[in-house]
């Protein structure tokens, strides 16, 4: 899986590992990945980092059966402040960065007959994020991206899938709220905006993800699940 050292990450790794998977966590920070999961550095921006990545995990662990694109960042920032630079570390990493690890671990998966993929989106993607307006659009092109590939493979006994979390607590949230008492009244009135009126944990998230690779999830395919509390119910 991309991303494993981080907050969804992490809850990922340790309920693919509680339901018996040997996970590696493929991640720019190497020294903060799970102990349930064997670490190796990995830029999805390189695709020969995501080589030599998938290379190293398949020597240590097997054929690559379950595939989790997890890797992603943002800023909030009007779209009428940005430019052409940031619109392209959020495509590289957010969209490209998954469209590089499946072209490399998908056709294993095609010639076994065999394998999961769940790309970790966003809400953004389906109804849209103010101050989100870059990623939410390449997590969209993500959606779709999974569900065209979907098509092309679901006779190959390969599913592929998004998980769309909503605010969720995890350092990047943090990170894109800041401080002080801006950011309290802002996660204040996130809070009030889901149905359930709480944030998001990892663990909501990696409880969906866990299912959709597990073998019982073998008749779903192209599928977006939002777990978000209610936030958004399209
Ligand atoms: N937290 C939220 O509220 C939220 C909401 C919707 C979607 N998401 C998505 O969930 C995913 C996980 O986010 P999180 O909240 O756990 O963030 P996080 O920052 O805690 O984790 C992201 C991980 O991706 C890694 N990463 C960044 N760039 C990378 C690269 N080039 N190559 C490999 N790894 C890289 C980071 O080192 C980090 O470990 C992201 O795709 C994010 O867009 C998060």
């Given at each position: 899986?991309?991303?494993?050292?981080?907050?969804?990450?992490?809850?990922?790794?340790?309920?693919?590992?509680?339901?018996?998977?040997?996970?590696?966590?493929?991640?720019?920070?190497?020294?903060?990945?799970?102990?349930?999961?064997?670490?190796?550095?990995?830029d999805?921006?390189?695709?020969?980092?995501?080589?030599?990545?998938?290379?190293?995990?398949?020597?240590?662990?097997?054929?690559?059966?379950?595939?989790?694109?997890?890797?992603?960042?943002?800023?909030?920032?009007?779209?009428?402040?940005?430019?052409?630079?940031?619109w392209?570390r959020?495509?590289?990493?957010?969209?490209k960065?998954?469209?590089?690890?499946?072209?490399?671990?998908?056709?294993?998966?095609?010639?076994?007959?065999?394998?999961?993929?769940?790309?970790?989106?966003?809400?953004?993607?389906?109804?849209?994020?103010?101050?989100?307006?870059?990623?939410?659009?390449?997590?969209?092109?993500?959606?779709?991206?999974?569900?065209?590939?979907?098509?092309?493979?679901?006779?190959?006994?390969?599913?592929?899938?998004?998980?769309?979390?909503?605010?969720?607590?995890?350092?990047?949230?943090?990170?894109?709220?800041?401080?002080?008492e801006?950011?309290a009244?802002?996660?204040?009135?996130?809070?009030?905006?889901?149905?359930?009126?709480?944030?998001?944990?990892?663990?909501?998230?990696?409880?969906?993800?866990?299912?959709?690779?597990?073998?019982?999830?073998?008749?779903?395919?192209?599928?977006?699940?939002?777990?978000?509390?209610?936030?958004t119910?399209?």
């Amino acid at each position: 899986m991309t991303g494993g050292a981080g907050g969804i990450g992490r809850a990922i790794v340790r309920a693919l590992a509680a339901d018996g998977r040997r996970v590696v966590s493929g991640d720019i920070v190497e020294e903060a990945a799970d102990e349930a999961a064997l670490a190796v550095h990995l830029d999805v921006r390189d695709s020969g980092s995501v080589d030599a990545a998938v290379t190293w995990a398949e020597r240590e662990l097997g054929p690559i059966e379950i595939l989790i694109n997890t890797a992603g960042w943002d800023e909030f920032r009007s779209f009428l402040e940005t430019d052409e630079e940031f619109w392209d570390r959020i495509i590289e990493l957010n969209y490209k960065g998954c469209l590089r690890v499946c072209r490399r671990v998908v056709p294993g998966m095609v010639e076994r007959e065999y394998g999961r993929v769940v790309n970790i989106s966003s809400d953004a993607a389906r109804v849209g994020s103010s101050l989100e307006a870059v990623y939410a659009g390449a997590k969209a092109g993500q959606v779709a991206f999974g569900k065209t590939l979907a098509r092309e493979v679901a006779r190959r006994g390969v599913t592929v899938n998004s998980v769309c979390p909503g605010p969720t607590e995890t350092p990047l949230l943090e990170g894109m709220l800041g401080a002080g008492e801006a950011s309290a009244k802002m996660v204040d009135a996130l809070r009030r905006a889901v149905p359930m009126r709480r944030l998001g944990q990892p663990e909501d998230v990696a409880a969906a993800v866990a299912f959709l690779a597990s073998e019982q999830a073998g008749f779903i395919t192209g599928q977006t699940l939002s777990v978000s509390g209610g936030l958004t119910m399209a």
